[in-house]
C-alpha cells in the first residue's frame, strides 16, 4: 500500500473521472460540514470544526514535506511551500484560531480568485491514490472549505475596501517570492515559466508580460469574488467575527 501511495504514476488527466469525483467528494464534504455547524447552537463545536479543519489542512503541507524529504525527493527549488495555497496552508491555524478579519478578508480574495484556478486546471501529474494527488486536493478544496464556512458559520463579511487590502498585500509576497526564485533558479507563482499544464496564464501572452497582465486582472477577480456580497447587501446577518472566548 505504501508503494501505491508513493510510486508516481503521471495519470492525471484534467476533467478525467477522478478530478471531477475529486471536486463533488469535497463540495459534499463542505456542505455537510458546513450545514452541520451552521445548525448548531453550540459554540464550542463550531470553533473546533474550524480549529481541526485548519491543523488538518496545514498539517498535510507539512506531512507532505517531511515525506518527500524522507523519500529523498525535496528539492528546495520546486519544494518550498511558496506557492500561494501551500503558504496559505501554513498560516491557516492562525486564522482559524484568531478569527481575525484582516486575514479572512486575504484568505477570502486570494482563494477564490487563486485557489479556484488551480482548482480548474490543476498543475498535478500523479493520480489516485498517490500522495501528490491527495495533498493538492486536500489543500485547495479545503482552503476553499474553510473560506465558505467562516462567511456562513461566523458571518464574516469583506467590504469593497478588503479588494484593495488583499491586492496591496499580494505584492510584498510576489516580491519576496522573485526573490526567492532569483537566488534558487526556481518557478514559484509561475513568475519565471508558466506552468506545463494548461491555465489562464497561456491567454496572457509570453513572458513575462503574462506577469503584468496577471497582476492586472488580479483586481477585476477580486471585484468578481466580492460581487455576491453585494448582490446580496441587506439580505446577508450582520458579521460575527468577532472571537468568543
Same mark, same amino acid.
Given at each position: 500500500?505504501?508503494?501505491?501511495?508513493?510510486?508516481?504514476?503521471?495519470?492525471?488527466?484534467?476533467?478525467?473521472?477522478?478530478?471531477?469525483?475529486?471536486?463533488?467528494?469535497?463540495?459534499?464534504?463542505?456542505?455537510?460540514?458546513?450545514? *452541520?455547524?451552521? *445548525?448548531?447552537?453550540?459554540?464550542?463545536?463550531?470553533?473546533?470544526?474550524?480549529?481541526?479543519?485548519?491543523?488538518?489542512?496545514?498539517?498535510?503541507?507539512?506531512?507532505?514535506?517531511?515525506?518527500?524529504?524522507?523519500?529523498?525527493?525535496?528539492?528546495?527549488?520546486?519544494?518550498?511551500?511558496?506557492?500561494?495555497?501551500?503558504?496559505?496552508?501554513?498560516?491557516?491555524?492562525?486564522?482559524?484560531?484568531?478569527?481575525?478579519?484582516?486575514?479572512?478578508?486575504?484568505?477570502? !480574495?486570494?482563494?477564490?480568485?487563486?485557489?479556484?484556478?488551480?482548482?480548474?486546471?490543476?498543475?498535478?501529474?500523479?493520480?489516485?491514490?498517490?500522495?501528490?494527488?491527495?495533498?493538492?486536493?486536500?489543500?485547495?478544496?479545503?482552503?476553499?472549505?474553510?473560506?465558505?464556512?467562516?462567511?456562513?458559520?461566523?458571518?464574516?463579511?469583506?467590504?469593497?475596501?478588503?479588494?484593495?487590502?488583499?491586492?496591496?498585500?499580494?505584492?510584498?509576497?510576489?516580491? !519576496?517570492?522573485?526573490?526567492?526564485?532569483?537566488?534558487?533558479?526556481?518557478?514559484?507563482?509561475?513568475?519565471?515559466?508558466?506552468?506545463?499544464?494548461?491555465?489562464?496564464?497561456?491567454?496572457?501572452?509570453?513572458?513575462?508580460?503574462?506577469?503584468?497582465?496577471?497582476?492586472?486582472?488580479?483586481?477585476?477577480?477580486?471585484?468578481?469574488?466580492?460581487?455576491? !456580497?453585494?448582490?446580496?447587501?441587506?439580505?446577508?446577518?450582520?458579521?460575527?467575527?468577532?472571537?468568543?472566548?
Amino acid at each position: 500500500m505504501f508503494e501505491r501511495i508513493t510510486k508516481e504514476n503521471h495519470a492525471f488527466v484534467m476533467w478525467s473521472a477522478e478530478h471531477v469525483l475529486a471536486l463533488l467528494f469535497f463540495a459534499l464534504l463542505g456542505y455537510l460540514l458546513i450545514r *452541520r455547524a451552521a *445548525r448548531t447552537t453550540a459554540p464550542a463545536y463550531k470553533n473546533r470544526l474550524f480549529k481541526g479543519m485548519g491543523w488538518v489542512i496545514s498539517g498535510t503541507v507539512i506531512g507532505w514535506s517531511l515525506l518527500e524529504m524522507g523519500l529523498g525527493n525535496f528539492n528546495v527549488s520546486q519544494d518550498l511551500p511558496l506557492p500561494l495555497c501551500n503558504f496559505l496552508a501554513l498560516l491557516l491555524p492562525l486564522f482559524t484560531l484568531t478569527r481575525s478579519l484582516f486575514l479572512f478578508e486575504l484568505f477570502y !480574495f486570494w482563494v477564490l480568485s487563486g485557489t479556484l484556478q488551480a482548482i480548474i486546471t490543476p498543475d498535478l501529474q500523479d493520480s489516485f491514490p498517490h500522495y501528490h494527488f491527495l495533498k493538492y486536493w486536500i489543500v485547495h478544496l479545503g482552503l476553499v472549505i474553510v473560506v465558505l464556512y467562516a462567511a456562513v458559520v461566523y458571518k464574516m463579511r469583506p467590504t469593497l475596501k478588503s479588494v484593495l487590502k488583499a491586492f496591496i498585500w499580494l505584492q510584498p509576497y510576489v516580491l !519576496f517570492c522573485m526573490g526567492v526564485n532569483y537566488a534558487l533558479g526556481a518557478n514559484y507563482l509561475y513568475l519565471n515559466a508558466k506552468p506545463p499544464v494548461s491555465s489562464l496564464l497561456d491567454f496572457m501572452g509570453p513572458w513575462p508580460v503574462y506577469i503584468l497582465v496577471a497582476q492586472l486582472i488580479a483586481m477585476p477577480l477580486f471585484l468578481l469574488a466580492y460581487l455576491p !456580497f453585494v448582490l446580496c447587501k441587506g439580505k446577508l446577518p450582520a458579521t460575527t467575527h468577532t472571537r468568543k472566548r
